[in-house]
């Protein structure tokens, strides 16, 4: 039987019970603003073997995301790359 899905925040989730239980765990790491750059990030690594690590999103409107991946490492390489994006340029407007 198919789960309805309901319109919210979380509707973007493949899983969006999975969303909102990693939305609510505290991440190990953080980067970007929602107000600021639109998007925050948040890393949670899992360091057990056949433990997935995630990446959520939130973006300015409200609505949360998340990416797996199959190890802690895959998941920090992907989670650099975005810090990197969402780091407000220095001396920008000076």
């Given at each position: 039987?198919?789960?309805?899905?309901?319109?919210?925040?979380?509707?973007?989730?493949?899983?969006?019970?999975?969303?909102?239980?990693?939305?609510?765990?505290?991440?190990?790491?953080?980067?970007?603003?929602?107000?600021?750059?639109?998007?925050?990030?948040g890393?949670?690594?899992?360091?057990?073997?056949?433990?997935?690590?995630?990446?959520?999103?939130?973006?300015?409107?409200?609505?949360v995301?998340?990416?797996?991946?199959?190890?802690?490492?895959?998941?920090?390489?992907?989670?650099?790359?975005?810090?990197?994006?969402?780091?407000?340029e220095?001396?920008?407007?000076?």
């Open positions: 039987m198919a789960r309805k899905r309901y319109l919210g925040k979380f509707e973007g989730c493949a899983d969006d019970r999975l969303g909102e239980a990693l939305y609510n765990t505290y991440p190990d790491e953080t980067c970007g603003d929602v107000c600021e750059v639109g998007l925050w990030a890393l949670i690594r899992r360091s057990r073997p056949g433990k997935p690590s995630y990446i959520v999103t939130e973006d300015s409107q409200g609505f995301d998340y990416a797996t991946f199959a190890t802690a490492d895959a998941a920090e390489k992907a989670f650099a790359g975005l810090a990197a994006e969402l780091e407000p220095d001396g920008e407007g000076e």
